[in-house]
């Protein structure tokens, strides 16, 4: 085999380019900065929060958090928790919830989030509502001017007449401004995505800004058939955002 031959001559330093994956662990290693003994936490869901999530066991298991009680978003992140040893409640032992953690698919400069590509919109909205401290953690490339103008705004619907729904949320905004499409299980058998309250999802793309969110928002939760949406208006306390010149933390 041949031998590695000597480096070529740099012009410049070689730089140190990090991957999405760890600014993602730089946001929520920094997040848990915020994490005191004693608290109940909101524990969130995706490829982030999954990072916080490991964190805080870590913390627990060094001893250096005490007493901490998690409330997880999901089934994955209960079962994550859950094989980490973290001890765990729900909402109706523990209404109040001092702190959550959690990420998000798009990041306002108002701290207005889209939430629930994942799927675990629901869970995640009836626990974050509850929280006193709601910390965001993102890599940079969430952020956006306009939320809902990226790709999927969720909203999650009871699978009864879910062609119905879908319509009505269709009829909400033009089809030239929006697209109500129900989501499928990725690989491809065409079955309904099922969240882990046994409902499905239908996922608007927005062709233009939603504009007035509220009123958005207000229309969209009239609809007899629809559960909740993953547009988290007004909710986030505090969003930690990484990026590759460093950490940056915004206070509503
Ligand atoms: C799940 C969510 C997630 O927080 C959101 O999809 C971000 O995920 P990731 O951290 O994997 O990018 O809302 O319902």
Not at 22 to 36: D, G, R, S
Not at 112 to 136: P, Q, Y
Not at 184 to 204: A, C, K, Q, R, W
């Amino acid at each position: 085999s041949m031998e590695a031959g000597p480096l070529s001559p740099l012009s410049s330093p070689p730089q140190v380019v990090l991957t999405q994956d760890e600014l993602k662990k730089i946001a929520a290693y920094k997040a848990v900065e915020f994490v005191q003994s004693g608290m109940v936490l909101g524990l969130g869901t995706g490829s982030t929060a999954k990072h916080a999530v490991d964190r805080i066991a870590d913390l627990l298991r060094k001893g250096k958090l005490k007493n901490i009680i998690g409330i997880p978003t999901s089934k994955k992140t209960h079962q994550q928790a859950l094989s980490l040893g973290i001890p765990l409640s729900d909402l109706d032992s523990h209404p109040i919830v001092d702190l959550a953690i959690d990420g998000a698919d798009e990041v306002d400069s108002d701290l207005n989030l889209v939430k629930g590509r994942g799927g675990s919109l629901l869970r995640e909205k009836m626990i974050e509502s509850a929280c006193k401290k709601f910390v965001v953690i993102v890599d940079e490339s969430k952020l956006v001017s306009h939320i809902g103008a990226n790709g999927a705004m969720p909203v999650e619907i009871v699978p009864f007449c879910w062609k119905f729904t879908q319509e009505r949320l269709q009829q909400l905004f033009d089809y030239a401004s929006c697209m109500a499409k129900l989501r499928t299980n990725s690989g491809g058998n065409g079955e309904p995505f099922v969240t882990d309250n046994g409902n499905y999802i239908v996922d608007l793309y927005f062709k233009k800004d939603i504009g007035d969110l509220r009123a958005a928002s207000d229309a969209i939760l009239r609809l007899a058939g629809v559960v909740e949406h993953g547009m988290f208006l007004g909710m986030a306390t505090t969003v930690i955002v990484a990026g590759e010149l460093g950490v940056t933390i915004k206070n509503k």
